[in-house]
């Protein structure tokens, strides 16, 4: 019966309670979205690689190494040498490792010259493998691998020509087309970075770069020879790794090995251009340190290494006086709008007086009309919570599309976390808190009455 | 409460005695009646103008108010002896109002207000709305009128449906503050007769207050709050008659 009246007052003052609603939801929703970007971008920052080790990059922040290289924000700086690739592919402690090679562009999306290590190796999530919804790997320089939103997008399915440009703006003057790509497979969607990527293999990458009409199958041998004071670096490096690491046979096996089997479209040791990092598994994750320790003072040229686990930490860790600050406002925005909801209960208690004296004569307890005030506060936070969570989930599923392609950010349409609810049960106790101010205050009124 | 003696006392609707109230602050007695009893099943007209103290009367023979002196027993219950809550419920099953206005909720239907006092009283969904449509349809309020909002029916159509309000519960005393002063002759007259013989059982007991002396010939007993009330015995010239 309570519930009822409640109701049935609020829509008698439904202008000035539906725009303390709508204050309410505009607060919640500026704290859910605050709250639902943060847990989400963490969320999908964390769930976008799973069982890389180590990336390899040059000399740069290691925040910077891991943005660039796996969430494809930010611009990368330069490469690292096919000779540093190569030394990195002999150490015995490596298992395999993914090339990267960044800075083209396809329509807007983010083309990633690579080989087939990455559908081999790559994992995201808890431990998961790429997998294909259609096609395969790369089996010739002119094939393309594309990530599901790519396809999805652009209308793209398997044997579709596409046409490559260089730089990475959506509009490109130098077009490629010397060098044809064909879809050869379609990744399944894997909610991260990748599903925005074009891969094609590094042979089609230096193809598509080298000077036009040259064999595109071949990966242009003689394009490692520019690289002449990097040669000199590497065989500096030789000789001090040898000092202390036994590794040295093993080296020359993998370089006989990769001369071998170089077509630069399966597994490569001698790469065809720079590449922008590389991502390394180990056979241990034991020596994951020393590696990095190897790489960060490897005086052939100026790397970085980072274990992404730790710069995802060092990121949140930066991230976390933003986040504070963030949460402060969110709660001084909400704590403004209880106090608006409070301010109009109290505006209202005047007019209630005949109704409150006609209430306590046919019997109604003053506690129950108190009850009627509280119960009135918490239907319009509730109101306003609800509404708040759905702008929220709407902006979400809008901006979706927009976070994914720019941020590399997956976030889900439901704004409802276990922070949240904890953000919803502190709004609902603090509402009723202050909601005892005009309950009080009607309260007494009835306590008194006044006829 | 077993002598022939008490049993007469609690045949009492309304017992006072040694009634003194005189609001918070203020010196002066608003209200000093040494006695005034009506037995059950009795209607009194007491007349009485505003600043007579009857308004403060009602309320404290409701509980809404405790006497600072004497007692107050009504249907043998002594009202300053109960807690607030209980008198709350006391009043909610026990007596039915009516008022001169502002009788229903303006914001509900009638049936929704008539549902309030349904409510307090327990009746059941089924009793509630038979009892409801019962008493509606003898006062002869139109059906297509008992979803209305209150403030939409006409101060007459109110008063009527004030009279259900007050009925719903079959209350054993009816306490009517002025309920006809909004109202034109000719819906007095009606309103009077609805009240006095069509709706109330031979048993309801009836505490009709008004200024108006022409009603007085509806009841077969009336007071006065002149007499009643000592408080207005000193000389008072502010004191004005209607």
């Not at chain 1, 109101?383 to 599309?401: D, K, M, N």
């Amino acid at each position: 019966m309570i519930l009822k009246l409640a109701i049935k007052s609020l829509i008698e003052r439904r202008v000035s309670v539906i725009l303390t609603v709508i204050a309410l939801a505009i607060s919640i929703a500026v704290v859910s979205t605050v709250e639902h970007i943060r847990s989400e971008a963490q969320n999908s920052f964390n769930r976008t690689v799973s069982g890389v080790d180590l990336i390899v990059g040059p000399r740069t922040s290691s925040i910077n190494l891991l943005l660039y290289s796996i969430f494809r924000i930010g611009t990368p700086g330069n490469g690292i040498s096919s000779e540093t690739y190569q030394l990195i592919a002999s150490d015995s402690r490596v298992a395999w490792q993914i090339p990267i090679a960044l800075g083209d562009s396809h329509q807007g999306y983010r083309v990633v010259g690579t080989d087939n290590t990455l559908f081999a190796h790559y994992q995201f999530g808890n431990r998961q493998a790429l997998t294909f919804a259609q096609g395969q790997q790369f089996s010739s320089s002119h094939d393309v691998v594309l990530g599901s939103d790519v396809a999805k997008d652009l209308g793209y399915s398997l044997g579709d020509e596409i046409v490559l440009s260089h730089g990475i703006a959506e509009v490109s003057f130098t077009q490629h087309d010397n060098h044809p790509f064909q879809v050869s497979g379609i990744l399944a969607a894997t909610g991260t970075p990748t599903d925005q990527a074009v891969h094609i293999p590094l042979s089609g990458l230096a193809a598509m770069h080298g000077a036009g009409g040259h064999n595109h199958d071949q990966p242009a041998p003689n394009e490692h020879t520019n690289h002449a004071n990097d040669d000199v670096a590497v065989n500096n490096h030789n000789e001090h790794e040898h000092e202390h690491e036994h590794e040295h046979e093993h080296s020359n096996n993998d370089s006989q090995q990769a001369a071998d089997t170089n077509t630069g479209i399966a597994t490569v040791t001698t790469l065809p251009v720079d590449i922008t990092a590389t991502l390394i598994g180990l056979h241990s994750r034991a020596q994951v340190f020393t590696l990095q320790q190897a790489i960060n003072n490897y005086p052939g040229e100026a790397l970085t290494g980072v274990i992404p686990g730790i710069a995802l930490a060092e990121l949140w860790q930066m991230m976390a006086n933003v986040e504070g600050l963030l949460r402060l406002i969110s709660v001084l925005v909400m704590l403004a709008s209880i106090l608006g909801l409070a301010t109009m209960l109290l505006a209202s208690i005047r007019e209630r007086y005949p109704e409150v004296s006609l209430f306590r004569s046919i019997g109604v307890s003053s506690g129950a009309l108190l009850l009627s005030i509280e119960a009135e506060a918490i239907l319009i936070a509730m109101t306003g919570t609800l509404l708040g969570l759905g702008f929220t989930a709407i902006a979400a599923i809008i901006s979706q599309p927009w976070l994914s392609q720019n941020y590399g950010l997956y976030i889900s349409a439901n704004p409802i976390s276990g922070n949240m609810m904890f953000f919803i049960g502190a709004l609902l106790i603090a509402t009723a808190v202050v909601a005892l101010i005009p309950a009080l205050k009607l309260y007494r009124a009835a306590r008194i009455v006044s006829r | 409460m077993n002598s022939k003696a008490d049993y007469q006392v609690s045949s009492q609707a309304i017992d006072v005695k040694h009634l003194q109230y005189a609001w918070s602050g203020n010196e002066s007695l608003t209200l000093d009646i040494p006695e005034f009893s009506l037995p059950v099943g009795e209607r009194c007209f007491l007349l009485g103008s505003s600043g007579s103290g009857k308004s403060t009367l009602l309320r404290l023979l409701s509980g809404l108010l405790i006497p600072s002196a004497g007692s107050i027993n009504i249907l043998n219950q002594n009202l300053a002896a109960m807690s607030v809550r209980a008198r709350d419920r006391f009043r909610a099953h026990q007596i039915g109002f009516i008022f001169q206005q502002f009788n229903l909720i303006p914001y509900l239907s009638i049936l929704d207000n008539l549902e309030v006092s349904a409510k307090l009283n327990k009746l059941s969904d089924k009793t509630f709305r038979a009892r409801a449509s019962e008493l509606l349809t003898r006062l002869s309020v139109a059906e297509n009128l008992w979803r209305r909002r209150a403030d939409q029916l006409s101060v007459g159509q109110q008063q009527r449906v004030a009279i259900a309000r007050a009925m719903i519960h079959h209350p054993a005393l009816l306490i009517a503050d002025e309920p006809t002063s909004a109202l034109d002759e000719d819906a007095r007259d009606a309103f009077m007769q609805l009240l006095l013989n069509d709706l109330t059982e031979s048993d309801t007991t009836i505490l009709f207050v008004s200024h108006d002396r022409q009603l007085i010939s509806h009841f077969n007993r009336c007071e006065s709050m002149n007499e009643l009330n000592q408080a207005l015995a000193i000389p008072d010239t502010t004191e004005a008659s209607a």
